[in-house]
């Protein structure tokens, strides 16, 4: 798998000279993902070239697509829907291979979420889950409808998601449950459409951003941390408390027990991914 920071030149030239069967995706986020899927799809790290950017992938797709027989090795390309899930793909970029969620992290995510909340969440904290996902689809809502307020507009649009932290207790209040007012004023934050607010927390798993969605699952595994307590025990035929130590988990592991779940659906948004890859693969 191709790591390196490359030019749209420099690309072109790889897939020109190539004579592996190549699928082309947008960015170093997924790095872990896409090597389990390729291994479920009798793949190697070998066939995915990483371009770093989806306006660098969509330039590229235009390319090799006006020129498909400069390019024969050239089997897939391969995207995150990101905002697109708002705004429809436009018609001269549905010949790539996109996420049915905003990113692969949602399909995932939306595989295995039941599965994670049985697992590893527990039914004591579900409730805050609730009250979690609710702030936090408001706040995305209101940037989903800034992004399409600006977009006919031609305005330069940073969404700036990732300045979003849900464990910095100074964006996120882990006793409200809520964005802090230090950001929403950062923001410039002002409460969104009902139509909006209300598709978002009704489609979450697909829609809300899918990193800020492991965070929420790292933010509930925090604070059913915070929730451990004490038990009573016989000891020595002697009564004593003793604490109980929920397991934890690593955010790579998480990722990990959300793909082992994901990847047994059959009619899964993973399972999708993985019988494109296979079916270029083996045309």
Known sequence: MEMQELTEDEILRRLRKTNIPTIVVEGKDDTLLLTW????????????LLCGSCKLLENIYKEVSNN???????????????????????????????????SIENDLYADAENFIDNLIIFPDILEKKKKIVQSVT???????????????????????????????E??????????????????????PSATIADDLLQNYALKLRGHTLFEIISL????RKIYDKKVDRIE???????????PTFQPEQVLNLCF????????????????????????
């Not at 899927?37 to 995915?48: H, K, P, R």
């Not at 989903?144 to 330069?156: A, C, F, Q, T």
């Not at 002697?238 to 130590?245: A, M, Q, R, Y």
């Open 37 to 48: 899927i390729l291994a479920t799809s009798n793949g190697g790290t070998e066939n995915i």
């Open 68 to 102: 498909p027989a400069i390019y024969p090795s050239v089997k897939l390309f391969m995207a995150d829907q990101d905002m697109y899930i708002f705004t429809g793909i436009p018609t001269e970029f549905e010949g790539i291979f996109h996420t049915k969620g905003y």
């Open 138 to 168: 408001n706040w995305f809502a209101f940037e989903v409808e800034n992004y399409l307020h600006k977009l006919p507009l031609g305005e330069r649009i940073d969404t700036k998601f990732k300045e979003c932290k849900l464990l910095n």
């Open 170 to 191: 100074r964006d996120f209040s882990q006793s409200t449950l809520d964005f802090t007012p230090v950001f929403l004023q950062k923001r410039n934050f002002v409460t």
């Open 220 to 223: 509930l595994l925090k604070l």
């Open 236 to 246: 020595k035929g002697k009564p004593e408390k003793v604490e109980i130590n929920n």
């Open 260 to 283: 082992a779940a994901a990847i047994e659906n059959d009619k899964g948004y993973v399972r999708r991914i993985v019988a494109k890859i296979k079916e270029v693969l083996e045309a």
